[in-house]
């Protein structure tokens, strides 16, 4: 059911976004180009990739589903999914700014190709289209007018909340000590904002009450804080030919996920090792991964992980999503939940 929503709901998402990211009539070719090159559909030169998409586009198919569940059509949430998705790749393309991460998707960033300046301004640009998408895209929609504006809304207060989760993330670097609460703050912020976002404004669209867009808003960030902690596991624990990433990359980046917050906290010799200067060989990886398993770091987050999971299957039973929507809902859930990449 859900390959079957994933096949129908994907080329809408790509022709919407697409129809935003439309260059106007006499715009400079580079600032279209470094935008539809940071979604995935040309190359740093502009050439077409034929079949390509960047990222998974969960969050649109979130939203989309959710609002097919609400009233039997996803088409009124088309606006908000291409919202929701552009300020996604918004906050990836400032990331890896900030992470100065040369690569994503296993190509170069955009401030690898054009430097620092213009990805900033491509961000910006993103960010802004995110917001122009809603108006664009409501009278094909049929949306009510009073509907685009809360869902504008909602968006504004997402985005405060991802750019604070950013704050709260780099500002976790300078520090030696970071609680586990405080890292859960972040992520909520960080992630699962979006997330819950993405729920709440498919909800909203497709006319659910109050009461709905609540328990579904409260689905899309529970959701959310579990895809996160899931995340950090794999990272240290996954398999990379799974993965698809660099074996203990948050530990080689000395990065504060929930397993080594635990195991900081509980281990003085983890503390010596990562107020080191050097940067990690592979025997003090090693060594790291054998602390963190004596403190019985990835059992935390594992029971964290679970924790989360139940509270998103709880909340999205106290809708009960109808149909074939309803179905593919708990098929996606259950996907992100147990996926080991």
């Known amino acids: 059911m859900l390959s079957h929503f994933f096949e129908t709901l994907l080329p809408v998402i790509e022709a919407d976004l697409k ?11 580079l600032f279209y180009r470094m935008l539809h090159y940071h979604m995935g559909w040309v190359d740093s030169r502009g050439r077409h990739v034929k079949g390509a998409r960047g990222g998974k586009r969960i969050r649109p198919v979130l939203c ?34 900030e992470d100065h991460s040369p690569t994503r ?22 960010f802004v289209l995110a917001h122009l998408a809603i108006p664009r895209l409501t009278p094909a929609a049929g949306l009510p007018a009073e509907v685009a504006v809360r869902l504008l809304h909602i968006l504004d207060e997402t985005s405060l909340e991802l ?42 669209s497709g006319g659910a009450d109050d009461q709905a867009q609540m328990h579904y808003r409260a689905f899309g960030e529970n959701l959310g ?6 995340d950090d596991i794999l990272d240290i624990w996954g398999d990379p030919s799974v993965t698809g990433k660099e074996a203990a990359i948050d530990i080689r980046q000395r990065k504060k996920s929930l ?3 635990h195991a900081l906290a509980h281990s003085s010799e983890l503390q010596d090792l990562y107020s080191m200067a050097e940067p990690f060989d ?24 679970r924790r989360y999971s139940e509270e998103t299957l709880a909340c999205l039973e106290a809708v009960g999503p109808e149909g074939e929507a309803g179905q593919a809902l708990f098929e996606l859930t259950d996907r992100l939940l147990h996926r080991d990449r």
């Open 163 to 204: 750019t604070r989760g950013q704050h709260l993330d780099m500002s976790f670097e300078g520090r030696s000590r970071v609680s586990t609460g405080e890292y859960l703050d972040m992520i909520a912020g960080k992630t699962a904002a979006l997330l819950a976002a993405s729920a709440w404004m498919g909800a909203l």
């Open 105 to 126: 998707r296993n190509r170069r960033t955009v401030w690898a190709i054009w430097g620092e300046e213009q990805a900033i301004n491509a961000g910006d640009t993103l």
């Open 282 to 305: 592979e025997a003090t990886v090693s060594r790291v991964i054998r602390l963190l398993d004596q403190t019985g770091a990835r059992e935390y987050a594992e029971e964290t992980a």
């Open 259 to 261: 397993p080594v917050l």
């Open 19 to 29: 129809t935003v990211l439309h260059p106007p009539s006499g715009s400079p070719p």
């Open 225 to 230: 804080m579990a895809f996160q902690v899931m």
């Open 64 to 97: 989309l589903l959710t609002c097919e569940a609400v009233s039997g059509d996803y088409e009124p949430a088309r606006p908000a999914a291409a919202a929701v998705e552009l300020i996604h790749n918004f906050s990836l393309l400032h990331d890896d700014i």
